[in-house]
């Protein structure tokens, strides 16, 4: 595993977020501990397209190499040699069946946002900070979970929110955080991407916005040197 980025104080990643003239966050992982409810959704696709795939933390940990849930199918597909075709209509269509469940898992209230979330949401408010959302997931996952966290009125304070459907390059591609970067008309070095995974921050980095990242369930061991700052959580932002 390569060197950690250089450890810095706590108070200097909140130095860090304060500084910033826009806080950019990704969704999966970084707001809530979601890739466990997409398992599971993926899963239950599977069981009611009659289908005997299975993944369990081990494989869906592997997989998540790959962004996008309908990439995620197609490429568990290509490994499966003797696995019967599978057009791209019937990808979108288990993929649609598992998003429609995965709303129902997070519509049960029971994927609250992460520690210290809503703390900088509203620290980063009070201070006339901008926020943005740069995620790949889809805009439908994105409004079930912040609709069920943060109220039906949670967009109002989201300047800018690209999913990953909008951009023709999913992450690691910079793609999302190059859409937001024109939205909000600033400079990268103007805003701070918090991320959980080395796909995200190699998207934010490639379009230059420093990243802060804080650890996930299913991305702990990834590579974060190009990190400025490595938290567990945000709690620790104080
Ligand atoms: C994480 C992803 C998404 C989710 C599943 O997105 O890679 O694909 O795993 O959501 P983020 P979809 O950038 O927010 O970490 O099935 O809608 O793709
Ligand atoms: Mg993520």
Redesign the pocket.
């Known amino acids: 595993m390569q060197a950690e980025a250089p450890a810095i104080a706590p108070c200097d990643a909140a130095e860090l977020i304060r500084r910033a003239a826009a806080l950019i966050f ?6 809530a501990e ?2 466990e409810l ?1 398992r599971q ?2 899963n239950y696709a599977f069981v009611r397209h009659g289908l005997d795939w299975q993944w369990d933390r081990a494989v869906y940990k592997d997989l ?1 190499r ?7 199918i197609r490429v568990f597909h290509g490994r499966l040699k003797i696995a019967a075709p599978l057009s791209d209509a019937n990808i979108a269509e288990l ?1 649609r069946i ?2 429609a469940h ?1 709303a129902e898992l997070v519509e049960t209230g029971c994927c609250p946002l992460r520690p210290g979330v809503t703390g900088l949401l509203i620290a980063a408010k009070a201070r006339g900070q901008r926020l943005a959302i ?5 805009h ?3 409004d079930a979970l912040l609709s069920r966290a943060l109220g039906t009125r949670w967009s109002a304070d989201f300047e800018a929110i690209v ?2 459907d909008d951009v023709e390059h ?2 690691p591609a910079p793609d ?1 955080y190059f859409e937001i970067l024109a939205r909000l008309k600033l400079k990268a070095s103007d805003c701070v991407a918090i ?3 080395a ?2 921050l190699i ?1 934010a980095s490639r379009a230059k916005i420093p990243v802060l990242i804080t650890r996930s369930m299913f991305f702990r061991d990834d590579d974060f040197s190009a990190a400025r700052v490595v938290l567990d959580d945000l709690s620790e932002l104080g």
């Not at 990704?26 to 707001?31: A, H, K, P, Y």
């Not at 790959?66 to 995620?72: C, L, S, Y």
């Not at 740069?134 to 889809?138: D, E, L, M, V």
């Open positions: 990704d969704i999966d992982g970084t707001l979601t890739e997409h959704a993926f998540l790959v962004t996008g849930g309908k990439e995620r993929h598992k998003t995965y740069a995620t790949t997931t889809s439908g996952n994105i999913a990953g999913k992450k999302v991320e959980d995974s796909n995200g998207a």
